[in-house]
Each structure stands twice: as structure tokens, then as C-alpha cells.
């Protein structure tokens, strides 16, 4: 197909060293390869990527002929399209073609010979035929050839660095260790002068000769300079080298290129040329592995502007990076003395020691380190750490500085602790780990380690060690120390090892392997506490489970999510703080971990309710909560030192341990503040905490040790000991810098330094040895026994003297004074010993100046020397309880006698006379509050071999006293460098616990008797005084008394009032029982009640040997299986507490009251309570109603205290009564029970018994009345009638009951009869007794009437009784009767009153009985008898012989009088005439009260009691006074007066200046109008003659 149409041109252009480009379109066309000819025609495609018009394109093709090396363009189109292509036209010469270099016979050698030129040749034709492809189709038009210039361009010369060939050994792995695996081609070592060859440098330089003839072809030279940054540089060769620097790291020389090919062809690195090495070198401790420094290797090549047309240099250069590989350096210890000097017992500040090392805080960033040892969890804490292990030999160290130290050792333990990686792990996962309970891991560990299972129990520190529980270490009660406090976070577990323990560091080892491989998941995430305990990590078991193959990298703003928020895009961990403390950014929802867990939280799996994202609440307890499946994938690096990967491709467990521990627990065992310092200090810290800790180092010596010190004789090497040679202490600082920092492996550098100490002598204190405080018991001895052990070995309770100088010089010739005291108790010497005639030779008594003589009091300081025990020390006193199993003995004394008092104080119960004055057994004239002896350390320490304490009687120390053993010591200035020195002293108080030894009560009879006061002063003088005895009750004679009558001589001389002691009492009488009949003591009770509360009681099971009310009992962790006491209750009521004493008190033939007279008051129910079995042989209580437990009662119990018991003896509250009208004899009998609550282990109730016989002395008493007290009313029926009118007797009154007494009518209906009564009579069978019965009590009733009998004979038996009628001397009729009382009341049934005709009103029956005196031992008419009691018995007179008794009463009664007064309310009753109201009678009434007849003031016929309210005859109601009326009436008329005053004063002041101006105005006033009115006298009256003339006139 012809494409040309129309006229075209065709223009054909040849070149011979370039090509030629239309429309940027050459390179598009490819030309095909490997043909002498090729062509290529742009095509419609082409041309749509060109920049040709699109309407003026051509066409264009391409061609190259390889045989005649020529490049060829046709163009064939329109003119117009054909001069825009030739407008775009291009030549580009081949690479590195310019006309230079092909004349070049160096480069270009052909074309120097063929056609050293360039030259384009163009031909232009113009198409004549229609047929283009014709050969006569184009007819010439012309040619043209241009000669072609092609400019020389200098080229930059080329540097092949042999680093873009570099590749990693196939040998390496992760995990190879060969340093070619991880620091790349170029690496050296800090500090070393190794040479590093490093091969492939070569130059080039494609136009530097074409300026050169072919004569001279290397006519230029190039510059070329190797630098390194910081190292030594130098060059395989110098041959042919023209050199303008040549420097340590610097070779800069100008030569021709083979000569520089030759010279870089092996560059040789060094860090540090040989002789520069050191610490002047200017590289010194340099390394490219941190703190972003970098070492380079430079290769700079300059072509000097040689070629090229412009004459420019073109310059070029090679970076060579080189790893200058962290060498770790040792560190240096520098101590300022040669000498250190202290003195003796002084803290002294150590000072003068500095640590250096220059590169322990580089944080290095090595793939090597990391792979061998910092990326270990455990040895992450070790980075820019520094291990620092002090010691001495004859001291302690304390540290003043230890906030930021880890403490790793001391003597006597290591220390390691548990930490996380990151907030919120529950580290209470690893706690039977630590613990050694979880043995399975640590199996799997220690078979890890190649080595044996060790528990912690086999290398842990005793907490209990030296306890009763784990006296030795080797029992199975030991507790091994741990902090194991979990819940707190953070190094809250802390391990306790022991330095002597062999497999200390085996433990350790196995423990940190064995965390490290306990919950591990990728990037060791934390698991949350219980019970929660689920992770956002994936579970791994190798770093391969972590890969980026398994787990996928999130990323960072685009699918990472916070963990405590799933639904949150984070980029940093920063981004989710605001969720919780601990949330990190990095989890993706989902993901390939099946258990992994975000929040938000709920607590409910359909998480709706009570959703959060604050999962950690450290110190509290969490409920269960549910979350979002959820991976943490985060892509970030771990924030630490030397980690550079992801934390997600490291599988590593949450939590690990590290060696040390930096609790304040731990950091205490050696701050300043610690009691016992370490000769041993180990700790962890950077450099700068290393250094504070150096300088602030302290140091003091054993007590016992200087420069004079002398070891004992055996522990001295006979070939090397100098006896005069000085003792040197040492302090050894052994420093390691844990490896930091080398960026190889595991490489730890150690420091050792040695300084010298010479500690100055000074006398040493002596030191009092003994227990730092002892438990002994009531009343029984206690010993101080010391076993004869080597010097240094504590005793177990004994006491002793030492000195830190005992080793010294002539030490044993010293002497020594030593002083005991006690202040409650006496104290004895060894008797064995200061009895002895050494000891009497060798031992000097000596008193302190000023120490008054009753301290000294007794014994030792006795006139005529020592006195001495004798052995009764040894022996119990004051104390009647056996106690089982522990001291089954009672004292061999008595309890009765003198106790101790406020006024006299203590009793003991032999005098130095040898008289018995109370209970004990020592006399008081031996023993001695203070002793104070001067001997050798060896003779003192002899007579303290047993001291002996005996306690004060009934001491104890359980209810708030306290008591102290003090024990001193002087050493008289003793032995040391100063021989001026003064004495030094030392003194131990011993606390002494007395134990409560429960005593039993004591049942006797309070007497005052006399005592001598002894004072062992020659300058005071004994007292004799009086003082209150508690004595037995003697009834030694109450059976001969008793048998003798009590109204005869006899009994009054051998039984009278302070003789007997027993109780003597009339009949009916109340006899008050006080101190000297009936006394109870308790020497203790008062102790339980003022014992600490709550109680404690004793627990053998429980460490501390005891419990505590109220708290639980608790024996490791269970419950002891002691049962508290009943004492724990303690109160009044219900059981018994502390202090209360059960009193029962309890007669047969009488009643008991303990009750208060007039003028006292009943005791608080906290003091005291009566008690009551409320069913036969229940338990008692407390009565329902005391009152009827505490009066009348035959048997009577209390609950009290001593103080309120024995004050109410005091208070005459007890007294006794016989049964009413009994006589003879009763027995009162007292039991007394302590419920042991004195006793500290409450394991008795100690219980007193005792009687005291009574006597109850017969009174003959008058005989019992019963009669009608209402007002009987009689119709006036007579019962005689006219014999000549009626023929005798009325049978009106005969035939009824309306003349009886009380007669039947409805006024008297239900009265009470007349009968009598005598008790005294049922004693004889021939007991009569005498009625007389009159009317009337005034002459106005002499015919009132009279008494008769219509019958005669008792129905029962035949009647003996006696009566007859007469009228008294008064006029008045009177019946008389005698016979016996059933005769006499029988007759009292029958009897009428005779009511005499025409007699109406009032009339009164006057009667009497009398028992003719049938029987009575006393009459009782004697002071503290029946007719005269008294409180007070030893007032008693003698009994009196017995009287008859004689009873006489009266009735009231009225003839033919109307009925009245019969009102049943007070109000009507008061209005009716003649009557009132009693408010106090009738009271069984509901309403109460009774209308009698009377006048104003008073009944006429009756008695009126006042009721309970106070209200009298006539009284409705209880006047009362409104007193809060009164009150607010009063108050408020005095505001008013008080408001007027006021305004009155004010308005005065306004008006007249002040109230008394006002005043003085107002009388003067007063005296004008008076004077006016004539009502006043006049200013000029004379008043004292007025008065006088008065006076006279009235006197006449």
C-alpha cells in the first residue's frame, strides 16, 4: 500500500558515533539486536506517547548498519511536516564519544585510523511517482554532510565499594553466636589495634588519559584520600604516591590510577594504632553501639579537572560504615587512704571511696548482647547496673544512702525478688513457685540446668528461728522467711536465703528459670488477677510461635487497638493510658489467639451491664468480668535498653526475678537505722547510687574489738601470732560491673580493692547478761541459773557480768562492782559461793553513796555481816494452791494474819524475832531489795551463778503493777589506752513478769491487834502499832457456852461479848453480823478486776504460750483447740467475770438479810447482785426481783467484788433473825468460790468453807391477837330481859348472831372474830392464859352494857376454864377468863355484848391477854436484845430473866347508831357532814381510801394512814408545785425588771446625767413637798432631843 500521497519529501540523515532522535521517539523504537540491519517504524502507537503534533506527523523510521557503523533517520511527509521534524531533530553522541577520544589512539584506536571526526550526512528527495517504493519514485533534490564537533565532558571518576557485594555468611542464624552474624562486613573492638583488612576498593575513570598522547598515556593523576572518622587508616602500598596528608586517620596522596588501584586495594583499619593505646588516645572507650555514634571508612576521589573541555575536576566518594563493637571495661576503685583509722565502739564515716567506669552506662544496642544475655528477662536489671560486695572482719557496715539500691546480700542471707514486665500482672501466679509448693516446675528447671531439685525450705532464712516453735533450725515447725505479699505489685515477693546454705545460688537459678518459662506468651503480656485471669498475648512456647508468618504486625493509627478498648484506634501505649494504667496499644479484634481477652469489660457475658476498662484495681478485690476476643500484635519495640525487635516476636513470660531486693524491709537490714548492721553488704545499683552508697558507708566495730585485741588462745596459730603486733580489720569492696556495657557476650569486669583498718582502743562498757525479761509465778522462788558456757555464747536465763576487754592485758586482776535490785520482791545471792571462805575473803558487800538504809532494808547489810537464807528462798509462800504438773506443792504457812496496807505496807510472816505475823516463810531480816558486791569478773559472775528472786507475798504483776529486776554493773575504770579513763557502768532492767497464782479465798474474823515495824535502822526507831488481823474463827468453846442458860452468871463471865464467837441472839431479835464475827478476804480479787482487758488465758498450743479474749485463737493456721474461759464473759451478771467472788451465806432455822441500815444505800447491780437457781439445781441467775433475794432469805447468794462485800460488812449490811418465835441453835454456813479468775490460766475454782455457830435465846412472847379493826355497829338488842316481865333471857339475843362479836349485821358483815394466839404455850402442857374483857374506856360507858356467856362448857372435852364478872374500879363492866387458848377462843365465839336499854352511841371493848410468863429464857430486856436491839453485839449486857407477856387491844363499836359515811369517792364523801375520806385505807380497792366518820383534823373511831402518794385525812389529791411555772413566771418577771431598770437608767442618764443624780433630785424633791404639806419636819428639827423628850415621857 503506497502511504504517500501528495507531494512528500523524504529526508535521509546518517551519522557514524551517535544516534539521531524525531519527537523523542528513538528509544521507543526498538531496534532488534543481533542483525547487521535494523529498522524500526514508528508506529500510530508511538506516536500517540510522543510530543509530535497530531496533525503534522511524518513518517519516521529508524535504522543502524553495524557493518559500515552507521545510525540512520528517514523521514518522509509534507514540507510543512517535514520541517517541524527536522526542527525537532536530535543527536546524542555513544557513551564517552567526543571528538577528543576519537582522535584518542589510547581509547579510540579505530577510529583515530578510520575517521578520528564526526560527520552527518543528509539527503533530501522529493517523491515523483505515485509508487514510493519504486526506485525511480524519488528524484533527488540534494545532500549535505556537517561536520560534527563533539564536546569533551569530564566524567566523574567511579569507586567500587565493596560493601554492595557484601552478604551475610550462610552459616548464620538467630541464634549464632559468631560475631560475622550480627555486626556486618567492617567491625572491629573498642580500644584494640587489630588491623581490619577490608578488600575491594578499586577506581575508575572512563576519560581521565584522553588528554594523553599515546607516548605518555598516563599524563594525569587523580587526588585520592582515605579517611576514617575516628580510627587509624592506612593503604596496601605508598609506591607511586605523591602523599599531601598522611595523618593517624587520614592518607591523602595524588598519583596515577594503577598506582591508586594498587594503593586501595586493601585498606588496613585499625581503631587505635598500638602505640597510641590507652587512656590518652583520642578514641579511648569508643564504640559505634551507643548513643547513635557511628564510625565511617571514606574513599574520595578527585579526576583534577584533566579532561573535559571546561577544565572542571569531578569529584566522587564511598561511605564505608565500620561497627566499632562495645568492649566492656573494668571498673576502677579508688580509695583516698592508705589507712583507715577509727576508734573503738564509735560509728565512724568511711569516706574516701569513689568507683568509676567509663562505659557501665552505655546503653548498648547489640544483636549479640542481646541474643547471649541482655535480652534475658532476668538480666535486664543488671543493665547499667553495678554489683558491689563490701566486707570486714571485726565490724559492721550501715548504709546512710540505700533509696535506690537493690540490697543482694548481708552475712547472713541473699535476697531475690519477683518483678513484671508489665503493669497489671497478677504475680501471685508464681506463689507456690517461690514457695516450693508448685514442685513440678521447678523439676522442669532444675532438669533444664542440669542440676538437682532445690526447695526453698533447704536454703531459706528461719523467720522463727531461736522461737520456741524452732529453737535449732532443724525442726519442721520453722517458717521460712518470705515477703510474699503479692497483691501489691510490683518486687512485693522477696526470698530469703541463707549464706551458709550450700545450694543458695542452685535455688536461685532453678526459681529464675523457672519463672521465665511460666506463662509466656508473645511480648510477654500480662495475665489480670483472679478472677480475671485472662491475657490479650498469644501463648508461645518459642520465639518461632511469635514470627511475623504466625502473627501478623498490626498497624500503628490504622488497625492497632488499645487492649482496655478494643473499639479505640491508638498509635502509642500514651493513646490508651486515659483506659487504665497499664493498657497498651497493639491488640486487634480477634486475631489467631483463641483465649485472648479486651475490654471494654462486663459483667455479663452479653457485655451490657456494668461495663469498664479499668481491670486492675491493685489491694482490691475484683469480681469477675468478661471481655472481647482480641491478639496483641504491636509492632513497636520494647522501650528498654538493647531490645530493637518488635516485643511481640520475643515469647517471654510476664514476670521473672532479679537478684536483690529494694524493699524497705530489706533496704533496713543495712540503712543507719539498723540495729545489728552486716559485716557482709552487697547491692545493685547504677554507678551514681554506687557512689552516694560509698560515701555514705559507715563502720563500727564488734563490741569487743581494737587494735589491742588479742584472740583466744586456741584460735591462735603458735608459728604466726605476734602478741605485740596491732589487730588490723580489712574492708574488701569487691565490684563488678554485671558486663556493661560490651556489645559481645555476657563479659563482667571486677574491681578489687583492700583497705587496712586500725581501730583505736578504749575501755569497753561492761555489759549486765540476762534475760532481757523472765515470767515467774506468785509466791514461788524464781531462779537465775547460769550454765558455765564459752565466752560469748548467751545463757539461757542466768545472769553475768562481760567485758568486750576480757582478752586484754592483766584484764582479770580488775574488779568490778555489781548492784542488783528489785522493788517487789527480795533477791539472794549463790549462797554456795558467798558462804564459802573464798567468797568471804574475795567478795566485799558495798552500798552506793546515798542510797538510804531502807533500800538496803535487810540481810546482807545486817549488823555482824551476812545474813543468809538458808534455804527457805527455795520455798513457796502465801500460796495454798497445788497446780498440777507444775508446782504440786502448797506452802507450809498459814494465810491468816497481817496483810500488807497503803499505811504500813508489806507484811512478811516471820520477824526477825522470830514471831508469825502473816503468811511466809523467809524472815524478813533476810533477802535484800539491793545488793551490791565487789569482786573479780570471774567472783561476781560466781556469786551470780544462781540468784534467787522471791516475790513480794500475793504479788503479781497480771493486774497493772509492774516489777523490774536492776541490774548494774561497774567496771572501776577497768582496762584501756587510758588509764585516766573513768569507770564505765551498765544497766539491765529486767522486765519480770509475775504470773497470777490463784489463791483461795479466806473465811475469818477481822481483829486489830498489835505488830512491830521493824526499820533496821540504827537511827529510827521500831514501831509498835495497831493494825487490822484477819483470824481464824475459833469454836473451840461454843459447845460447853451453849449448854449453859444464857440469864445466869455463869454464861455471862465465860461467855460473854469478846469470848465467844459465835453468834448470840434473842428470839425474834436481828442480830447484825460485822467484821468480828464474819470476815471474807481474797487476797487476789481485786487483781482479776484490774487485769488488762480484754483477758488473756493460757494456750500451751499457741507460740506465745496464751490467747487473747475475743480474738481468735489461731495455731499456725488453724484454730488451737484451747476453749476460752468463762472469765472472757466477764460480767455480773450471768457467768462470772473478772474479780467477782460467789458468796453464799445460809442458815436453817432462821433468815438472812444483806441489806442496808437506815443512812445507807443498796449497791450499784454492777457491784454486786443477787443470785437464784430459778429451777432445782439449774444454774444460777440473777434474781428476778432483788430485793427478795436480799432480804428474810435463808439461803443467800451474791456475785460481788471483794471491796463492795467486805464494805458491807463493814456497813453492817449482814444480819441474822431466827424463824419467827424459834429458839436453839442454827449454824450459819459460808461457802465462797473465786471461779479462779485470779489465776492466769483460770484452770481453778478455789472455794472456802466455814460456819459460825448461832445460839437463839427463848424470849417469852406476848400472846398473838386477831380481832375486828372496822367499827362494829349493834342494834341495842339486850340479852337479859326483865324476869318479872320477860322470865329471863332475850332470845333476840340468844337465838341469832346479831349480839356476837362482830355481830352479823350487814355493817359488819365478813369481820374478822376475836381468837388468840401464843406459840410459847405448844413448849408447856400447862399453859393457861388470863382474858379480861371490858366495856368502855370512860365512866360515860359505865351502861353501855355488858359481856355475856350464853353457854358454858367447851364442846370438845370437859372445860376447866375460869371466868367471872365484875365492874373495875372505874365502874365499868369487865369480864375475866382463864383457861387454856382453845378454851378461851371458844368462849370468844360464844360471847354477846348485852347491850344495856336506853344506851346509844360509841362505845369501846377494851381486852387483854396475858400468858402468866409460861415460858422464856431471857425476857429480852437488855441492850442488844429483844426489847432493845443494837448494831453493834460486843455492846450486848447480860440476859435477863423472863416476864409474862401481855397483849391489849382494843374494837370499836356503836349502839343503835344510823349507818354513814358510806361515800365510795373522796369529793362526796368530804361534803357530807361528820365524814371525811382516808386515802390510805381499803387499799385493795381499785380506787382505794375509805369514808370514815370524823371531824376536820382526824377519824373519830379509826386509824387514817397516808397512801404511797403522801396524801392524808381529807386529801383528794397531792397538792403540787408547778416548779417550771414558777420558774418561767420567776425568770420572767426578773427579764422585765431587769428591761425596766434598763430604760429607767438610760433615760435618767439622758435626762440628769446618771441614775444617782436622778435620785438625789428626786429626794430632794420629796423633803420640798413633805416640808410643804406639813408631813416632813423642817430642815432645822432637832431629832435627837425629840427622841429623848419622847423617851421620858413614855417611861413616865
Request: charged share 20%; glycine share 8%; with cysteine.
Amino acid at each position: 500500500e503506497n502511504p504517500f500521497t501528495g507531494s512528500s519529501l523524504r529526508v535521509t540523515v546518517n551519522v557514524t558515533y551517535g544516534d539521531l532522535d524525531v519527537y523523542d521517539t528513538r528509544l521507543k523504537c526498538a531496534l532488534p539486536e543481533g542483525v547487521d540491519e535494523a529498522f524500526c517504524t514508528v508506529s500510530e502507537t508511538l506516536w500517540g506517547n510522543s510530543t509530535a503534533p497530531a496533525l503534522n506527523r511524518p513518517w519516521v523510521r529508524y535504522g543502524r548498519y553495524v557493518q559500515s557503523s552507521v545510525s540512520q533517520v528517514v523521514i518522509i511527509g509534507s514540507f510543512t511536516n517535514v520541517t517541524l521534524a527536522l526542527d525537532k531533530l536530535l543527536y546524542k553522541p555513544y557513551l564517552q564519544t567526543n571528538s577528543l577520544r576519537l582522535r584518542s589512539r589510547i581509547y579510540s584506536a579505530q577510529s583515530a585510523r578510520d575517521q578520528p571526526f564526526e560527520v552527518m550526512r543528509m539527503s533530501v528527495e522529493f517523491l515523483v511517482s505515485g509508487d514510493a517504493i519504486t526506485a525511480t519514485a524519488w528524484q533527488p533534490i540534494g545532500t549535505l554532510e556537517q561536520l560534527m564537533y563533539i564536546v569533551n565532558v569530564n566524567d566523574p571518576p567511579q569507586i567500587t565499594n565493596p560493601r554492595d557485594e557484601y552478604m551475610v555468611p550462610t552459616f548464620c542464624t538467630d541464634v549464632n553466636p559468631d560475631p560475622r552474624c550480627h555486626f556486618g562486613m567492617i567491625f572491629s573492638y573498642e580500644d584494640t589495634d587489630r588491623i581490619i583488612e577490608i578488600k575491594g576498593v578499586e577506581i575508575s575513570d572512563e576519560d581521565v588519559y584522553e588528554s594523553c598522547r599515546f607516548s605518555n598515556a598516563e599524563c594525569a593523576k587523580i587526588d585520592v584520600s582515605v579517611s576514617a572518622a575516628n580510627g587509624a587508616m592506612g593503604l596496601n602500598t605508598k609506591s607511586r604516591l605523591s602523599f599531601y596528608e598522611q595523618t593517624r586517620g587520614t592518607q591523602g596522596f595524588t598519583s596515577v590510577m594503577s598506582a591508586a588501584n594498587a594503593a586501595v586495594r586493601v585498606l588496613n583499619y585499625r581503631v587505635e594504632e598500638t602505640p597510641l593505646l590507652g587512656p590518652t588516645s583520642s578514641v579511648a572507650n569508643y564504640n559505634t553501639q551507643h548513643s547513635s555514634q557511628t564510625e565511617l571508612i571514606t574513599v574520595t576521589v578527585s579526576d583534577q579537572g584533566f579532561s573535559g573541555a571546561v577544565g572542571v575536576s569531578e569529584v566522587n566518594s564511598i561511605d564505608m560504615d565500620v561497627i566499632i563493637v562495645a568492649t566492656n571495661d573494668a571498673p576502677v576503685i579508688t580509695v583516698d587512704v592508705l589507712e583507715y583509722s577509727f576508734v573503738e565502739d564509735v560509728l565512724a564515716d568511711v569516706g574516701g571511696i569513689a568507683v568509676t567506669d567509663v562505659d557501665v552506662e552505655e546503653q548498648t544496642v547489640s544483636s549479640l548482647s542481646q541474643l547471649t544475655w541482655t535480652n534475658g528477662a532476668a538480666n535486664m536489671t543488671y543493665l547499667n547496673n553495678m554489683h558491689m560486695i563490701l566486707s570486714v572482719s571485726f565490724g559492721v557496715m550501715r548504709l546512710r544512702y540505700t533509696r535506690n539500691l537493690r540490697i543482694e546480700r548481708t552475712a547472713q542471707a541473699y535476697f531475690t525478688s519477683a518483678s513484671v514486665f508489665h503493669f497489671g500482672h497478677d504475680l501471685c501466679r508464681i506463689k507456690g513457685l517461690l514457695e516450693g509448693t508448685d514442685t513440678e516446675a521447678l523439676s522442669k528447671a532444675a532438669g533444664r540446668l542440669n542440676k538437682a531439685l532445690v526447695l526453698y525450705r533447704e536454703v531459706c532464712v528461719f523467720g522463727n528461728i531461736g522461737a520456741t516453735t524452732c529453737p535449732t533450725g532443724a525442726e519442721s515447725t520453722c517458717n521460712c522467711l518470705l515477703d510474699d505479699d503479692c497483691n501489691i505489685g510490683e518486687s512485693s515477693f522477696v526470698l530469703y536465703m541463707n549464706t551458709t546454705a550450700p545450694k543458695s545460688f542452685d535455688f536461685i537459678a532453678q526459681v529464675e528459670d523457672a519463672v521465665l518459662h511460666t506463662d509466656r506468651t508473645c511480648g510477654g503480656m500480662p495475665i489480670y488477677p483472679k478472677p480475671n485471669n485472662f491475657t490479650s498475648g498469644l501463648k508461645c512456647e518459642s520465639d518461632a510461635d511469635c514470627a511475623e508468618t504466625r502473627l501478623r504486625a498490626c498497624t500503628p493509627g490504622v488497625d492497632c487497638k488499645c487492649c482496655a478498648n478494643i473499639t479505640h484506634t491508638c498509635a502509642l501505649d500514651s493513646d490508651c493510658q486515659h483506659f487504665d494504667a497499664g493498657s497498651h496499644c497493639g491488640c486487634v479484634p480477634d486475631g489467631i489467639n483463641p483465649t485472648g481477652v479486651c475490654g471494654p469489660y462486663c459483667q455479663d457475658p452479653r457485655m451490657i451491664r456494668g461495663c469498664l476498662t479499668d481491670l486492675v484495681n491493685p489491694g482490691r478485690q475484683m469480681q469477675q468480668f468478661f471481655g472481647h476476643r482480641c491478639t496483641y500484635s504491636a509492632p513497636f519495640p520494647d522501650p528498654g535498653p538493647g531490645f530493637t525487635r518488635p516485643s511481640i516476636r520475643t515469647c517471654r513470660a510476664p514476670s521473672f526475678m532479679q537478684r536483690g531486693a529494694d524493699t524497705q524491709r530489706v533496704q533496713d537490714l543495712v540503712s543507719i537505722t539498723s540495729v545489728d548492721g552486716s559485716r557482709t553488704v552487697g547491692f545493685i545499683g547504677t554507678i551514681v547510687d554506687v557512689n552516694r552508697a560509698m560515701s555514705s558507708l559507715t563502720y563500727i566495730t564488734n563490741p569487743r574489738y581494737n587494735r589491742l585485741y588479742r584472740p583466744p588462745v586456741e584460735a591462735r596459730d603458735p608459728l604466726t601470732f605476734d602478741n605485740e603486733a596491732d589487730s588490723l580489720d580489712a574492708l574488701t569492696l569487691l565490684l563488678s560491673d554485671l558486663g556493661n556495657s560490651g556489645g559481645t557476650g555476657y563479659d563482667p569486669r571486677i574491681a578489687f580493692k583492700q583497705a587496712p583498718i586500725r581501730v583505736q582502743a578504749v575501755n569497753n562498757r561492761p555489759t549486765c547478761n540476762g534475760p532481757s525479761s523472765v515470767t515467774a509465778y506468785e509466791d514461788i522462788p524464781f531462779h537465775f541459773v547460769s550454765e558455765r558456757v564459752r565466752e560469748g555464747q548467751e545463757v539461757a536465763n542466768g545472769l553475768n557480768v562481760s567485758d568486750p576487754d576480757h582478752l586484754d592485758y592483766q584484764f582479770e586482776l580488775s574488779l568490778f562492782t555489781v548492784n542488783l535490785s528489785c522493788t517487789r520482791g527480795r533477791l539472794f545471792l549463790n549462797e554456795e559461793f558467798t558462804r564459802s571462805p573464798y567468797g568471804r575473803r574475795f567478795l566485799e558487800y558495798q552500798r552506793w553513796d546515798g542510797e538510804p538504809l531502807q533500800a538496803s532494808r535487810v540481810g546482807l547489810h545486817s549488823d555482824g555481816g551476812p545474813l543468809y537464807g538458808e534455804g527457805c528462798q527455795f520455798e513457796p509462800q502465801c500460796t495454798d494452791t497445788k497446780r498440777e504438773g507444775r508446782y504440786p506443792f502448797v506452802s507450809n504457812d498459814s494465810p491468816f494474819g497481817f496483810y500488807e496496807s497503803i499505811v504500813f505496807g508489806i507484811v512478811y510472816g516471820i520477824t526477825s524475832r522470830g514471831e508469825i505475823q502473816g503468811c511466809g516463810i523467809c524472815p524478813e531480816n533476810t533477802g535484800n531489795r539491793f545488793i551490791s558486791v565487789t569482786g573479780t569478773m570471774a567472783d561476781v559472775n560466781e556469786a551470780l551463778e544462781r540468784v534467787t528472786y522471791l516475790p513480794d507475798p500475793n504479788f503479781n504483776t497480771r493486774y497493772g503493777e509492774t516489777e523490774s529486776i536492776t541490774f548494774q554493773v561497774s567496771d572501776n575504770g577497768a582496762v584501756g589506752n587510758d588509764a585516766s579513763a573513768a569507770a564505765l557502768t551498765h544497766e539491765l532492767v529486767i522486765p519480770v513478769t509475775i504470773e497470777s497464782i490463784n489463791d483461795k479465798p479466806l473465811i475469818g474474823r477481822r481483829v486489830r491487834a498489835e505488830r512491830t515495824i521493824r526499820t533496821f535502822d540504827p537511827d529510827v526507831a521500831d514501831r509498835l502499832i495497831e493494825d487490822w488481823a484477819v483470824a481464824p474463827i475459833n469454836k473451840t468453846f461454843d459447845e460447853r457456852c451453849m449448854s449453859i442458860p444464857p440469864s445466869g452468871a455463869e454464861y455471862w463471865e465465860r461467855c460473854r461479848p469478846g469470848i465467844r464467837e459465835y453468834i448470840d441472839v434473842d428470839e425474834d431479835t436481828v442480830f447484825v453480823i460485822g467484821p468480828d464475827v464474819l470476815w471474807i478476804n481474797d487476797v487476789d480479787s481485786d487483781e482479776a478486776e484490774a487485769m488488762p482487758t480484754p483477758r488473756r488465758y493460757c494456750c500451751e498450743e499457741h507460740p506465745s504460750g496464751g490467747c487473747t479474749c475475743g480474738e481468735p485463737c489461731i495455731c499456725g493456721v488453724e484454730p488451737c483447740g484451747c476453749n476460752a474461759p468463762d472469765v472472757c464473759l466477764d460480767g455480773l451478771f450471768g457467768d462470772p467475770g473478772s474479780g467477782d467472788l460467789d458468796v453464799t451465806l445460809s442458815v436453817s432455822r432462821g433468815t438472812l438479810s444483806f441489806y442496808p441500815p437506815p443512812g445507807r444505800a443498796l449497791f450499784d447491780p454492777s457491784e454486786l447482785v443477787f443470785l437464784t437457781n430459778l429451777t432445782e439445781g439449774g444454774a444460777m441467775k440473777p434474781c428476778p426481783v432483788q430485793l427478795d433475794c436480799m432480804r428474810g432469805a435463808k439461803r443467800i447468794t451474791m456475785r460481788t467484788k471483794r471491796a463492795p462485800l467486805q464494805l458491807g460488812l463493814v456497813q453492817q449490811f449482814l444480819s441474822y433473825v431466827g424463824d419467827r418465835d424459834y429458839y436453839g441453835r442454827d449454824v450459819l454456813e459460808v461457802l465462797v468460790n473465786d471461779h479462779g479468775m485470779t489465776d492466769e490460766c483460770y484452770n481453778e475454782s478455789l472455794v472456802a468453807t466455814e460456819t459460825v455457830n448461832i445460839r437463839v435465846v427463848a424470849v417469852n412472847d406476848p400472846p398473838t391477837v386477831s380481832f375486828p379493826t372496822t367499827v362494829l355497829t349493834y342494834e341495842g338488842t339486850p340479852c337479859y330481859a326483865d324476869f318479872q316481865e320477860n322470865g329471863g333471857t332475850n332470845s333476840e339475843c340468844t337465838g341469832s348472831r346479831g349480839s356476837n362479836i362482830p355481830p352479823s349485821t350487814a355493817a359488819t358483815a365478813g369481820a374478822t372474830g376475836i381468837s388468840f394466839g401464843d406459840v410459847d404455850l405448844v413448849d408447856v402442857s400447862y399453859g393457861n392464859v388470863t382474858v379480861v374483857l371490858t366495856v368502855g374506856n370512860s365512866p360515860e360507858h359505865a351502861n353501855a352494857g355488858a359481856f355475856f356467856l350464853p353457854a358454858l362448857r367447851y364442846p370438845e372435852f370437859e372445860s376447866k376454864a375460869w371466868y367471872e364478872f365484875f365492874r373495875s374500879s372505874d365502874g365499868l363492866n369487865t369480864m375475866a377468863i382463864q383457861g387454856t387458848i382453845e378454851e378461851v377462843n371458844w368462849l370468844m365465839n360464844v360471847v354477846k355484848f348485852d347491850v344495856y336499854p336506853g344506851f346509844r352511841g360509841y362505845v369501846l371493848f377494851r381486852i387483854s391477854i396475858n400468858d402468866m410468863g409460861n415460858y422464856g429464857e431471857c425476857a429480852g430486856l437488855h441492850t442488844c436484845g429483844q426489847g432493845e436491839p443494837c448494831a453493834d453485839h460486843n455492846n450486848a449486857e447480860e440476859h435477863v430473866v423472863a416476864t409474862s407477856g401481855i397483849t391489849v387491844f382494843n374494837v370499836d363499836a356503836a349502839v343503835g347508831t344510823q349507818t354513814r359515811c358510806q361515800e365510795t369517792d373522796c369529793d362526796t364523801c368530804n361534803k357530807v357532814e361528820g365524814c371525811g375520806w382516808c386515802p390510805g385505807a381499803c387499799t385493795q380497792l381499785g380506787q382505794g381510801g375509805k369514808c370514815m366518820i370524823g371531824g376536820a383534823s382526824s377519824p373519830l373511831y379509826e386509824a387514817c394512814p397516808a397512801d404511797i402518794t403522801g396524801r392524808r385525812w381529807r386529801e383528794c389529791s397531792k397538792p403540787s408545785q408547778d416548779f417550771l411555772s414558777i420558774g418561767l413566771g420567776a425568770g420572767g418577771a426578773l427579764l422585765g425588771i431587769c428591761l425596766v431598770t434598763f430604760s429607767v437608767m438610760k433615760w435618767a442618764q439622758r435626762r440628769h446625767g446618771s441614775i444617782i443624780a436622778y435620785a438625789r433630785k428626786k429626794r430632794a424633791d420629796l423633803n420640798r413637798t413633805g416640808q410643804r404639806l406639813k408631813i416632813l419636819p423642817p430642815e432645822t428639827a432637832r431629832y435627837t432631843q425629840f427622841f429623848v423628850l419622847t423617851g421620858f415621857c413614855v417611861t413616865g
